[in-house]
């Protein structure tokens, strides 16, 4: 079931203009749209966005309201999605990252290391590249790359070297096959603290989504297009989108971005956003125990300037 993370106090932070534009870049199961919609009048608009076809349409059934509009497409083309609506500011955006709960509970996605599926990780069906792909025709030194840097995966090297071992033999085609090949790379003990798999996991997600470049290329079209005193509401599930997410906020809320070393400035760089909490909001006890799904949810905001 779809359960919205940090719900109450994403909407307040940004929801600044009751009849204001809002662009929610990943819309998914629509959680936080619907909230949003309690709070805004008759002349808000609401654009939102979603990579997945399958996630968009179901949301469309439950909100389509003459105030949404609803636009299939990756939020990295923030730019171009607004250019062609005609907007140009807009008073707040929001970035819910990472695999939405029905990505993971539908099993034929292959998001999910509990169930035996294909091999996808897909978010949008219609793209080439698929997990299968990876873990079937990169090389090992590749594979094992994408594993230790986007899973933090301790035995990256000892899983890639597993997975072309087997794939000599047969083509990994299911989640539960590459599964147990993760199971027979690691340490008995490795399984009885979370489950094997779940980094290699994620790593494949990321790297079949592109999911760490869209973010990095999403943040300043947000800022461009944010009104001032706008709102930019950013929730993240892992440390490298987070890592990422707070080194831009931080860089764009600094006069000077030169090296500390430099006697005078010479960056001409001028702020551009107001961090609005220095450290990350963070799911009550309350709210892990109802949804364990947030316990690693970090909610960052930050106003135009």
Do not use: W
Not at 290 to 297: D, E, I, K, L, M
């Amino acid at each position: 079931m779809h359960q919205p993370v940090l719900l109450q106090q994403t909407i307040e932070y940004l929801l600044t203009d009751p009849n204001g534009v809002y662009v929610d870049c990943t819309l998914g199961g629509g959680g936080h749209l619907s909230h949003l919609l309690n709070f805004t009048g008759n002349n808000a608009q609401i654009i939102a966005i979603d990579r997945d076809k399958e996630v968009l349409e179901a949301s469309r059934k439950k909100l389509n309201l003459p105030k949404i509009t609803f636009i299939h497409e990756d939020f990295r083309y923030l730019s171009r999605i607004l250019n062609r609506l005609n907007i140009n500011k807009v008073s707040g955006i929001l970035l819910d990252l990472g695999v939405s709960s029905m990505q993971l509970d539908t099993a034929s996605r292959g998001f999910s290391y509990h169930e035996d599926a294909p091999l996808d990780m897909r978010m949008d069906s219609e793209q080439a590249l698929n997990a299968t792909e990876i873990v079937n025709h990169y090389s090992e030194e590749e594979i094992a790359r994408i594993i230790y840097h986007y899973g933090e995966e301790r035995y990256a090297r000892n899983i890639a070297r597993s997975i072309v071992k087997y794939r000599q033999e047969k083509a990994i085609d299911s989640t539960l096959e590459l599964v147990d090949i993760i199971k027979s790379s690691v340490p008995a003990r490795y399984s009885r603290e979370k489950h094997p798999a779940r980094r290699t996991f994620q790593a494949l997600r990321i790297a079949v989504n592109s999911e760490l470049e869209a973010v990095q290329e999403v943040l300043p079209q947000a800022v461009k297009h944010l009104l001032i005193g706008g709102r930019l509401c950013v929730i993240t599930f892992h440390s490298l989108e987070d890592r990422i997410v707070k080194q831009f906020m931080q860089e764009q809320a600094r006069e000077c971005i030169c090296p500390p070393d430099f006697p005078v400035c010479i960056c001409g760089h001028r702020a551009s956003l107001k961090l609005l909490n220095r450290k990350p909001v963070l799911p009550d006890e309350n709210e892990c125990h109802q949804n364990p799904r947030a316990r690693s949810a970090k909610l960052r905001v930050a106003e135009r300037i």
